[in-house]
């Protein structure tokens, strides 16, 4: 897909923007508010700075965005057409017709619908088969969930080619088995709000103590775990059955007051107001947003750092996320130039005190690209699996330049020297966008045989490659900065 159309340009709407943009997808927008390409503009800002600091892979070039005239140009030649519109099932039925009017006969239509039932929302439809709702969390370009939700007339094609698109973005499409109103998310979120406003109408607590209660508690669980799993734990080592044995009774006491909502009335409204205005300290929206998008990359980046660096929960989607982007990336591996292996962004967790990236993260690059160059010449996983790969044995690195949390970055490789047990390489650290030296590293690698614990000499066939690029390296010129120790002053 090269074409997305985006039919509304509130908060969910600009964030379905930014998210697709930043998979390089190009998309049009309509949306009649005067301020739609104001609010567009201030959200796309905002997930920039957010997904540089969250993403440490090379990231597409960003789609082109533009703002339709009319809803009809906008859906022009879509792959997707994502319908964000207000709540209002009279208004969703007029455009949710428009698109499927004019939309291409292959596109899937999304509607961001937070609790309309997708078999309500396909009335009037010609071609109800394509609609499915694809229900997103605020906001869009950071957290990964999409509940996908078909009506009666909705295909089975749709729902999957529905998920491949949002898989494609970067999302954790979940699909829904019946349709429901407010699907799962909504209704789990609701349960929570309707007790929150009681205790607050109760005046048990005011809207920062539960807040508090949520974000140093429960909330911190449910980041990594979610409900079940985290009961699971609670129950011990008898599991869950013991938990529900335990705990279930108590789901009879009159605890909680779910079933009932308190009146909105103007006075509680205005407490829960007032409130929420001193727990805000005078930060606006754009500042608020920038503090929640901050923390919610901290929490993935730190998700994404456990189970040996494969990542659990939503850390476990950014590391196949990444994975993807890198494997999409194309590799310049034309051996009469030097190689360009790897790219990335700078995360937020590899900046140190003095707010530049820290040393121990050059080495980590270092060694993404000494990996890049090892599957280049052949000794990939399988050839690792089999007891045989390439050991660094010595490395020296020179910190030329800095880096900050967002920096997009690109290294390079070149190869030195190469026999049938050893290969010298030098690789460098480039800013991408601005050419700046950043960092080198002098390496020699031995061809070791694991079961043997020895070096061993490579095989013919990995060989060929490393004579091939050593030949063609040798007429490059050669690194100033080659065979230099510790301390020698530069020339």
Same mark, same amino acid.
């Given at each position: 897909?090269?074409?997305?159309?985006? /039919?509304?340009?509130?908060?969910?709407? *600009?964030?379905?923007?930014?998210?697709?943009?930043?998979?390089?997808?190009?998309?049009?927008?309509?949306?009649?508010?005067?301020?739609?390409?104001?609010?567009?503009?201030?959200?796309?800002?905002?997930?920039?700075?957010?997904?540089?600091?969250?993403?440490?892979?090379?990231?597409?070039?960003?789609?082109?965005?533009?703002?339709?005239?009319?809803?009809?140009?906008?859906?022009?030649?879509?792959?997707?057409? +994502?319908?964000?519109?207000?709540?209002?099932?009279?208004?969703?039925?007029?455009?949710?017709?428009?698109?499927?009017?004019?939309?291409?006969?292959?596109? /899937?239509?999304?509607?961001?619908?937070?609790?309309?039932?997708?078999?309500?929302?396909?009335?009037?439809?010609?071609?109800?088969?394509?609609?499915? %709702?694809?229900?997103?969390?605020?906001?869009?370009?950071?957290?990964?969930?999409?509940?996908?939700?078909?009506?009666? +007339?909705?295909?089975?094609?749709?729902?999957?080619?529905?998920?491949?698109?949002?898989?494609?973005?970067?999302?954790?499409?979940?699909?829904?088995?019946?349709?429901?109103?407010?699907?799962?998310?909504?209704?789990?979120?609701?349960?929570?709000?309707?007790?929150?406003?009681?205790?607050?109408?109760?005046?048990?607590?005011? %809207?920062?103590?539960?807040?508090?209660?949520?974000?140093?508690?429960?909330?911190?669980?449910?980041?990594?775990?979610?409900?079940?799993?985290?009961?699971?734990?609670?129950?011990?080592?008898?599991?869950?059955?013991?938990?529900?044995?335990?705990?279930?009774?108590?789901?009879?006491?009159?605890?909680?007051?779910?079933?009932?909502?308190?009146?909105?009335?103007?006075?509680? /409204?205005?407490?829960? *107001?007032?409130?929420?205005?001193?727990?805000?300290?005078?930060?606006?929206?754009?500042?608020?947003?920038?503090?929640?998008?901050?923390?919610?990359?901290?929490?993935?980046?730190?998700?994404?750092?456990?189970?040996?660096?494969?990542?659990?929960?939503?850390?476990?989607?950014?590391?196949?996320?990444?994975?993807?982007?890198?494997?999409?990336?194309?590799? #310049? *591996?034309?051996?009469?130039?030097?190689?360009?292996?790897?790219?990335?962004?700078?995360?937020?967790?590899?900046?140190?005190?003095?707010?530049?990236?820290?040393? #121990?993260?050059?080495?980590?690059?270092?060694?993404?690209?000494?990996?890049?160059?090892?599957?280049?010449?052949?000794?990939?996983?399988?050839?690792?699996?089999?007891?045989?790969?390439?050991?660094?044995?010595?490395?020296?690195?020179?910190?030329?330049?800095?880096?900050?949390?967002?920096?997009?970055?690109?290294?390079?490789? +070149?190869?030195?020297?190469?026999?049938?047990?050893?290969?010298?390489?030098?690789?460098?650290?480039?800013?991408?966008?601005?050419?700046?030296?950043?960092?080198?590293?002098?390496?020699?690698?031995? #061809?070791?045989?694991?079961?043997?614990?020895?070096?061993?000499?490579?095989?013919?066939?990995?060989?060929?490659?490393?004579?091939?690029?050593?030949?063609?390296?040798?007429?490059?010129?050669?690194?100033?900065?080659?065979?230099?120790?510790?301390?020698?002053?530069?020339?």
């Amino acid at each position: 897909m090269t074409k997305a159309a985006c /039919i509304g340009g509130g908060v969910i709407g *600009a964030g379905w923007v930014a998210r697709l943009l930043l998979a390089g997808v190009d998309v049009d927008v309509f949306d009649p508010s005067p301020e739609a390409e104001r609010v567009v503009g201030e959200v796309l800002a905002n997930a920039e700075r957010a997904i540089t600091r969250l993403v440490d892979a090379p990231l597409p070039q960003r789609g082109n965005l533009r703002f339709a005239a009319s809803l009809e140009e906008a859906v022009s030649g879509a792959g997707l057409v +994502q319908e964000s519109v207000p709540e209002r099932l009279d208004l969703k039925h007029r455009v949710l017709q428009a698109i499927d009017v004019a939309a291409p006969a292959d596109a /899937i239509i999304g509607s961001s619908t937070s609790g309309l039932l997708p078999s309500d929302l396909q009335q009037g439809m010609t071609h109800p088969e394509r609609l499915v %709702v694809a229900h997103p969390y605020n906001p869009v370009y950071l957290l990964p969930l999409v509940e996908l939700v078909g009506g009666q +007339q909705t295909s089975a094609e749709t729902i999957t080619r529905a998920t491949e698109i949002y898989l494609h973005l970067g999302m954790k499409p979940v699909i829904i088995k019946r349709e429901i109103e407010a699907f799962v998310g909504d209704r789990l979120l609701e349960a929570l709000w309707r007790e929150a406003l009681w205790l607050v109408n109760d005046d048990i607590a005011s %809207v920062t103590d539960i807040d508090d209660v949520i974000r140093y508690s429960f909330g911190l669980r449910w980041a990594q775990m979610g409900l079940f799993q985290t009961y699971r734990i609670a129950g011990g080592e008898a599991g869950m059955r013991h938990f529900l044995h335990q705990f279930g009774p108590a789901l009879e006491w009159n605890w909680t007051k779910l079933m009932d909502v308190p009146d909105l009335n103007e006075a509680l /409204i205005d407490r829960i *107001a007032s409130q929420s205005d001193d727990q805000a300290e005078g930060r606006g929206i754009r500042e608020l947003e920038r503090i929640r998008d901050d923390n919610l990359v901290a929490i993935t980046r730190a998700l994404a750092a456990q189970q040996g660096g494969a990542g659990w929960g939503a850390g476990a989607l950014l590391r196949q996320h990444e994975q993807a982007l890198r494997d999409g990336a194309a590799r #310049h *591996a034309d051996p009469a130039d030097l190689l360009t292996l790897t790219s990335g962004n700078v995360p937020e967790e590899w900046i140190d005190y003095n707010g530049h990236m820290t040393e #121990h993260r050059y080495l980590e690059v270092f060694g993404y690209t000494t990996d890049a160059l090892l599957e280049e010449i052949g000794v990939n996983a399988d050839y690792v699996a089999s007891g045989r790969s390439y050991y660094t044995v010595e490395t020296h690195i020179m910190h030329l330049g800095q880096a900050i949390a967002g920096d997009s970055y690109v290294t390079t490789t +070149q190869i030195l020297s190469a026999d049938d047990k050893r290969l010298q390489v030098f690789h460098s650290i480039l800013n991408r966008e601005t050419q700046e030296l950043l960092a080198t590293a002098e390496q020699m690698l031995l #061809h070791v045989d694991s079961n043997a614990a020895k070096a061993t000499p490579a095989p013919e066939a990995i060989m060929r490659r490393v004579t091939e690029l050593a030949r063609t390296h040798s007429a490059l010129p050669r690194p100033d900065s080659v065979g230099r120790h510790v301390g020698q002053r530069r020339s």
